[in-house]
């Protein structure tokens, strides 16, 4: 055989196998028996809920469903367990190829929530952006980090693998309150802490942002969106919106 095309076969092989290994990238799992988030609602405005009380989801159990491994979360807003105002509720997710999909009794179907597979380019729900894709030690594992950023903003929001998205409102189909939001503080699995979001800029002090700048420099044409992040292009008189990661009343 020609030493060229061999060189040449050998080479397209190396591309195929590479291209392979990429598409069948499994990623640490974001569901795990026993795995437990902590979150707590900020306002819109950034400022935090008062009282500021946390709640969580722990994954509970799991099933077999048509070839997919169903997790049931359990919530719990952990007030005082002598509360009367104690409530309690559950939600079914299960993960395939890198896509964290969450049950929408809106819906009623799974939605995609989370998206690994995503590249710098890419757009989530038309208004976020992904403008950085790349491995972030988190107390001492290596985990796939997306950053995101609503186009002419300046708030940076992350993904991050095995734990899921940091600010879970504006980047979740399935939970969304009108004018706030909700932070993940932590993520455990039994003792073993798996993101802290006190450490947040210690995990993130290798990412560099600096040469990604906003899709549009000039606020008065950046895009603008409701509060439930929906693009709008003509401002209701009295309404809020935001623009360029500002808030806004239009006239």
């Known amino acids: 055989m020609n030493k060229k095309l061999l060189t040449f076969m050998v080479y397209v092989s190396a591309l195929i196998m590479a291209d392979t290994a990429y598409a069948s990238k499994t990623y640490l799992p974001t569901l795990e028996i026993g795995k437990k988030w902590t979150y707590i609602n900020y306002a819109v405005s950034g400022e935090l809920h008062q009282p500021a009380v946390p709640w969580t989801w722990e994954t509970i159990s799991?099933?077999?469903?048509?070839?997919?491994h169903i997790f049931t979360l359990?919530?719990?807003?952990?007030?005082?367990?002598?509360?009367?105002?104690?409530?309690?509720?559950?939600k079914n997710e299960y993960e395939k190829d890198g896509v964290l999909w969450s049950y929408?009794?809106?819906?009623?179907?799974?939605?995609?929530?989370?998206?690994?597979?995503?590249?710098?380019?890419?757009m989530v729900d038309d208004w976020y952006e992904v403008i950085w894709k790349g491995p972030v030690i988190i107390e001492d594992v290596e985990r796939c980090v997306i950053a995101l950023?609503?186009?002419?903003?300046?708030?940076?929001?992350?993904?991050?693998?095995?734990?899921?998205?940091?600010d879970d409102i504006y980047l979740s189909p399935v939970v969304m309150h009108i004018g706030e939001r909700s932070r993940m503080t932590?993520?455990?699995?039994?003792?073993?802490?798996?993101?802290?979001?006190?450490?947040?800029?210690?995990?993130m002090s290798g990412i560099d942002l600096s040469g990604v700048k906003p899709l549009s420099d000039d606020e008065e044409s950046a895009p603008i969106y409701d509060i439930l992040g929906r693009r709008i292009t003509e401002?209701?008189?009295?309404?809020?919106?935001?623009?360029?990661?500002?808030?806004?009343i239009a006239k």
């Not at 401002?235 to 806004?248: A, D, E, R, V």
């Open 186 to 203: 932590e993520c455990r699995m039994g003792d073993k802490c798996l993101f802290d979001y006190s450490r947040m800029d210690e995990y």
């Open 74 to 90: 359990l919530y719990d807003d952990a007030v005082p367990d002598d509360s009367e105002i104690k409530y309690e509720s559950t």
């Open 149 to 166: 950023r609503i186009p002419g903003a300046i708030k940076v929001n992350y993904w991050i693998e095995g734990i899921g998205a940091i």
């Open 104 to 122: 929408s009794y809106e819906e009623c179907e799974y939605m995609p929530m989370v998206d690994y597979n995503l590249e710098v380019g890419d």
């Open 235 to 248: 401002p209701t008189p009295g309404q809020l919106y935001i623009q360029s990661g500002k808030k806004h």
């Open 62 to 68: 799991m099933t077999d469903e048509d070839g997919l």
